[in-house]
């Protein structure tokens, strides 16, 4: 890839990440506010004797603890944000080749030299790959902020909590394990993303019920021709978190190299050249 189309394709995924910025930016600073919102008021509920309590217990527990061994426990906290970055995701890809054949603005980037499969690639790097970095941080934030607050309640109930650093570390360690796992999670998830683009190439009008529709279709005649129910068994092993919640980054690679994802990543690759080629018909 040379410098010029590079540069094509950085412009690309700007527009991307300025069209889709309430999804991907907003929705995740968002629920940040909420959480620490829930946070203050469930501490303000809490009796002081409790509160002191449980820091001596925290300070008891974090005292030579590595933070490594701890940032797992933060893991936890990224439930919420992945799950509001796939259903963002999903709303994004429903719409994101729909809508530019809907407005017609496919032929002005038709008309520019910029392929359709940059497009789509663009579309598929910023769901998978840039928007996690949006969800990490956000999360990472929260996290943080939560890390600040025990060592002042600590300071403020004269609490010595000697793991404090150990704590901030396995804080900071766990952005990354949050940004793996919404890797990850995307990459294992790569049929439903080239699924939902190619009938959002596809459709003329209401692309998510197409696509739900074409699978719910293709369930029914599996088992009406076949008697087996494979494909709605083999979704249903991918959509679990346990398939892509990262503990650690050889966890991460592990799972990475794995014939399942694989598989995963070579149908989803069939689904995308599908969407490239049928976003080359326009209404």
Sequence with gaps: MNDATLGRFLILLRREMWESNRLF??????????????????????????????????????????PIDLSPAFMVAAIPFVAVL?????IYLVNALYHDRK??????????????????LAKVVTVCVVAPLFTALASGIL???????????????????????????????????????????SLWLLP????????????RSLPFLWALG????????????FGTQFLGNWVESRTGFYNYLVFSIGDF????????????????????????NMRRFTD
């Design 25 to 66: 930016v907003a929705s995740p600073a968002v629920l940040t506010g909420l959480l620490l919102v829930a946070m203050l008021w469930t501490l303000l509920q809490v009796p002081t004797e409790m509160k002191a309590e449980a820091l001596q217990q925290a300070g008891a527990y974090l005292d030579g603890v590595s």
């Design 86 to 90: 796939y259903i963002c995701s999903v």
């Design 103 to 120: 407005d017609s603005s496919v032929l002005f980037w038709q008309s520019m030299p910029v392929s359709n499969l940059a497009t789509v």
């Design 143 to 185: 996290i943080l902020i939560a890390v600040i607050a025990v060592s002042i309640l600590g300071a403020g109930y004269e609490v010595e909590i000697s793991g404090v650093w150990p704590l901030l570390g396995a804080g900071i360690y766990s952005i990354v394990l949050i940004y793996l796992t919404a890797l990850l999670g």
């Design 192 to 203: 439903m993303v080239g699924w939902i683009l190619l009938f959002s190439a596809y459709a």
């Design 214 to 225: 074409a699978f719910i279709l293709l369930v029914l005649l599996e088992d009406f021709v």
């Design 253 to 276: 690679f592990q799972r990475l190299f794995s014939y399942d994802m694989l598989i995963g990543i070579v149908l989803g690759a069939v689904l995308l050249a599908g969407a490239v």
